[in-house]
Nanobody
Framework: QVQLVESGGGLVQAGGSLRLSCAAS????????MAWFRQAPGQEREPVAV???????YYRDSVKGRFTISRDNAKNTVYLQMNSLRPEDTAVYYC????????????????WGQGTQVTVSS
């Protein structure tokens, strides 16, 4: 079992930055691919960024060059640095952990955090 707790969300103006953190506890953190998903009101949950157990990273096109995912296995924490935020980035952001390699599929992830709200004002 893995427990995930997100933090770092909030309200920011367009063009601003936020850093989300996800602290994991339980099983061996370094064995898992870690991902950030987001869900805006009335929309489906979508993948934002993924970091594999071997530190390969993947991003959805709309965040490439603006967001950076990283992990610190010593601290059992994954981060999402979000720069140049846009109103369309407004959503609840979820951290997830999984052992598979279908990185963009929600079904790949067995564990989910409770979510943290990110609101970007124009």
């Amino acid at each position: 079992q893995v427990q995930l707790v997100e933090s770092g969300g909030g309200l920011v103006q367009a063009g601003g930055s936020l850093r989300l953190s996800c602290a994991a506890s339980g099983r061996t953190f370094s064995n898992y691919a870690m991902a950030w998903f987001r869900q805006a009101p009335g929309q489906e949950r979508e993948p934002v960024a993924v970091i594999s157990w071997s530190d390969n990273t993947y991003y959805r096109d709309s965040v490439k060059g603006r967001f950076t995912i990283s992990r610190d296995n010593a601290k059992n924490t994954v981060y999402l640095q979000m720069n140049s935020l846009r109103p369309e980035d407004t959503a609840v952001y979820y951290c997830s952990a999984g052992e598979g390699s279908s990185y963009y599929s929600q079904d790949n992830y067995d564990y989910w955090g409770q979510g943290t709200q990110v609101t970007v004002s124009s």
